[in-house]
């Protein structure tokens, strides 16, 4: 019982996958740079770590109770365990810290060459894929973010096993224990909800409860609902303990083929339903699905495990389910938002930057209005990009839309970019009705932004706009992004509180701008420093 009640933490000190296992993945980072505290436990002398996101951290109960907690319930056709709500490890306070901030000193010129990291939104499929298989998958170029993190927590708290080799992130989900993932991980990540399709593909039954994420907007579920109970799930929407989605194959054994048309392409609604095909009997056919690299990416990872899917990248899906896939090694594409990112920095500062370890093809929209705003843009080499930028860009409309348009993820960056270009511009948001959260805290760097509904209408620099430094608050993980360029851009000293956001989609993003010349310095704000 112990070890299942332990089953929501990070890792477990004496486990196969223990913390050390992981978190040295990043060698470049220390424990105590990760927030993991050593410490004793009980009479029995019993040890354990404990992975801390921002000021929370998970408690895990000590051998000498655990008996006492709630016996899970026992699925008699899988034999699997589901834990029971009442005997997950409760969330407790951290000990007392100041958060962290970033201090920017604007005015500065970036020049040199920067690495652009393995994609989050990628990884976080991928993994969430692992479980299909019944062997181990190696995966490589997995980024070191919060996100990535909580990930591995819902993969541990149903059985899977992680650890590092050389490079490499090994996920092994041979030994599945429950059909129940983590609520309370759970809840804070979207993109874990993705894992529904993955176990009630392979085992028949989930248990998952209602996702969480970035406050950017309606995210519904009814496409991942309605898909499944297309490929042969009956699913009930259970509205307690802040609701779960409980899917089992009807026929009691697995999912049948079948054919479903998205109202809308949405990227997790496709990448849940791939899954759940994958391993279901018959063929399934998926209509109006995302093209996004993200989706590919999946596709290829689970075709080298032995999946037959074929159309990734385009409007229709074709998926012949098999038995069982097995084990993969597998490398997970670049961040395209990550590199739009630092193509926006170079913009925003008027700088020359190159950059390496990105698809170039990947990224035809954002390079396209760059262009047209005056950056000069060359590919440099197959996976190589230059960006250079003169002193007076243009302003130019912009509308975000499902790939290959403009990213919504770069949406905010854009619009902190059209603040320093001359003239005026709308930025119009059609994928998320909430996603314009950060003007209110670009307005506080004196940016001329007004909006109405989906629109912001953006005075540029010869309009009014002169970005000035002051206290702002990062509201989510692209709204922090685009503050970061606006504070390197204005004038005087920016403090952007809020900073674990940005850790949630970023690499050592600080780091990296530090390494091309931004003056930028993380550190604790005080609460004078706090914005209210």
Same mark, same amino acid.
């Given at each position: 019982?112990?070890?299942?009640?332990?089953?929501?933490?990070?890792?477990?000190?004496?486990?196969?996958?223990?913390?050390?296992?992981?978190?040295? #993945?990043?060698?470049?980072?220390?424990?105590?740079?990760?927030?993991?505290?050593?410490?004793?436990?009980?009479?029995?002398? $019993?040890?354990?770590?404990?992975?801390? $996101?921002?000021?929370?951290? $998970?408690?895990? *109960?000590?051998?000498?109770?655990?008996?006492?907690? @709630?016996?899970?319930?026992?699925?008699?056709? =899988?034999?699997?365990?589901?834990?029971?709500?009442?005997?997950?490890?409760?969330?407790?306070?951290?000990?007392?810290?100041? *958060?962290? &901030?970033?201090?920017?000193?604007?005015?500065?010129?970036?020049?040199?060459?920067?690495?652009?990291?393995?994609?989050?939104?990628?990884?976080?499929?991928?993994?969430?894929?692992?479980?299909?298989?019944?062997?181990?998958?190696?995966? %490589?170029?997995?980024?070191?973010?919060?996100?990535?993190?909580?990930?591995?927590?819902?993969?541990?708290?149903?059985?899977?096993?992680?650890?590092?080799?050389?490079?490499?992130?090994?996920?092994?989900? %041979?030994?599945?224990?429950?059909?129940? +993932? &983590?609520?309370?991980?759970?809840?804070?990540?979207?993109?874990?909800? $993705?894992?529904?399709?993955?176990?009630?593909?392979?085992?028949?039954?989930?248990?998952?409860?209602?996702?969480?994420?970035?406050?950017?907007?309606? %995210?519904?579920?009814?496409?991942?609902?309605?898909?499944?109970?297309?490929?042969?799930?009956?699913? !009930?929407?259970?509205?307690?303990?802040?609701? !779960?989605?409980?899917?089992?194959?009807? =026929?009691?054994?697995?999912?049948?083929?079948?054919?479903?048309?998205?109202?809308?392409?949405?990227?997790?609604?496709?990448?849940?339903?791939?899954? @759940?095909?994958?391993? #279901?009997?018959?063929?399934?056919?998926?209509?109006?699905?995302?093209?996004?690299?993200?989706?590919?990416?999946?596709?290829?990872?689970? =075709?080298?495990?032995?999946?037959?899917?074929?159309?990734?990248?385009? !409007?229709?899906?074709?998926?012949?389910?098999?038995?069982?896939?097995?084990?993969?090694?597998?490398?997970?594409?670049?961040?395209?938002?990550?590199?739009?990112?630092?193509?926006?920095?170079?913009?925003?500062?008027?700088?020359?930057?190159?950059?390496?370890?990105?698809?170039?093809?990947?990224?035809?929209?954002?390079?396209?209005?760059?262009?047209?705003?005056?950056?000069?843009?060359?590919?440099? @080499? *197959?996976?190589?990009?230059?960006?250079?930028?003169?002193?007076?860009?243009?302003?130019?409309?912009?509308?975000?839309? +499902?790939?290959?348009?403009?990213?919504?993820?770069?949406?905010?960056?854009?619009?902190?970019?059209?603040?320093?270009? &001359?003239?005026?511009?709308?930025?119009?948001?059609?994928?998320?009705?909430?996603?314009?959260?950060?003007?209110?805290?670009?307005?506080?760097?004196?940016?001329?932004?007004?909006?109405?509904?989906?629109?912001?209408?953006?005075?540029?620099?010869?309009?009014?706009?002169?970005?000035?430094?002051?206290?702002?608050?990062?509201?989510?993980?692209?709204?922090? @992004?685009?503050?970061?360029? #606006?504070?390197?851009?204005?004038?005087?000293?920016?403090?952007?509180?809020?900073?674990?956001?940005?850790?949630?989609?970023?690499?050592?993003?600080?780091?990296?701008?530090?390494?091309?010349?931004?003056?930028?310095?993380? !550190?604790?704000?005080? +609460?004078?420093?706090?914005?209210?």
């Amino acid at each position: 019982m112990a070890g299942l009640a332990c089953s929501c933490l990070a890792l477990n000190h004496h486990s196969w996958g223990n913390a050390d296992g992981i978190l040295s #993945a990043w060698p470049s980072r220390s424990l105590h740079a990760h927030g993991i505290a050593s410490r004793r436990v009980g009479s029995s002398g $019993f040890s354990r770590r404990d992975l801390r $996101f921002s000021r929370w951290t $998970f408690a895990c *109960p000590t051998p000498a109770h655990a008996h006492a907690q @709630a016996a899970p319930v026992i699925h008699e056709k =899988n034999n699997l365990v589901s834990t029971n709500p009442s005997s997950l490890p409760p969330l407790t306070r951290a000990p007392a810290s100041y *958060p962290e &901030c970033l201090e920017i000193q604007g005015g500065t010129v970036l020049s040199g060459h920067v690495q652009i990291s393995g994609a989050k939104n990628s990884a976080l499929a991928v993994l969430a894929g692992a479980l299909c298989t019944n062997d181990q998958v190696s995966l %490589r170029m997995v980024p070191d973010l919060h996100d990535i993190r909580r990930m591995f927590q819902v993969l541990q708290s149903v059985g899977v096993r992680i650890r590092r080799e050389a490079c490499d992130i090994v996920i092994d989900s %041979r030994h599945i224990t429950s059909v129940e +993932p &983590c609520p309370d991980v759970v809840r804070k990540l979207r993109a874990s909800f $993705f894992v529904i399709g993955a176990l009630v593909g392979r085992q028949g039954e989930a248990l998952v409860p209602l996702p969480g994420g970035c406050n950017i907007g309606a %995210r519904p579920i009814d496409l991942h609902v309605r898909g499944l109970q297309a490929l042969g799930a009956q699913v !009930k929407i259970r509205l307690v303990m802040h609701g !779960k989605v409980h899917a089992r194959a009807a =026929n009691g054994s697995k999912l049948v083929g079948g054919s479903f048309c998205l109202d809308y392409p949405s990227v997790g609604a496709t990448e849940t339903l791939m899954m @759940a095909a994958a391993l #279901a009997d018959g063929k399934s056919t998926l209509y109006n699905v995302a093209q996004e690299p993200e989706v590919v990416d999946l596709a290829e990872f689970l =075709n080298s495990c032995g999946a037959n899917i074929t159309g990734a990248g385009t !409007k229709c899906l074709s998926v012949e389910g098999v038995p069982r896939l097995h084990g993969t090694s597998f490398t997970i594409i670049p961040d395209r938002i990550e590199a739009g990112t630092f193509l926006m920095a170079a913009a925003i500062t008027r700088s020359s930057i190159s950059m390496s370890r990105v698809v170039p093809r990947h990224l035809v929209a954002v390079v396209s209005k760059l262009q047209q705003i005056g950056c000069k843009i060359v590919q440099t @080499a *197959p996976d190589g990009l230059e960006v250079t930028c003169g002193s007076r860009l243009q302003s130019l409309d912009v509308t975000t839309l +499902p790939y290959p348009g403009f990213p919504t993820d770069l949406q905010p960056q854009m619009s902190s970019l059209m603040t320093t270009c &001359c003239g005026q511009s709308i930025v119009e948001e059609t994928v998320f009705e909430n996603r314009m959260r950060h003007v209110e805290e670009l307005q506080k760097l004196r940016a001329k932004i007004r909006v109405s509904k989906n629109l912001a209408f953006i005075s540029g620099k010869d309009q009014g706009s002169s970005l000035y430094g002051a206290p702002v608050l990062a509201t989510d993980l692209r709204a922090g @992004a685009a503050l970061v360029l #606006a504070g390197m851009a204005g004038e005087g000293v920016t403090t952007i509180e809020g900073v674990s956001h940005i850790d949630r989609g970023y690499e050592k993003l600080d780091v990296k701008l530090a390494k091309l010349g931004a003056k930028l310095t993380r !550190k604790a704000c005080l +609460p004078s420093e706090l914005t209210l």
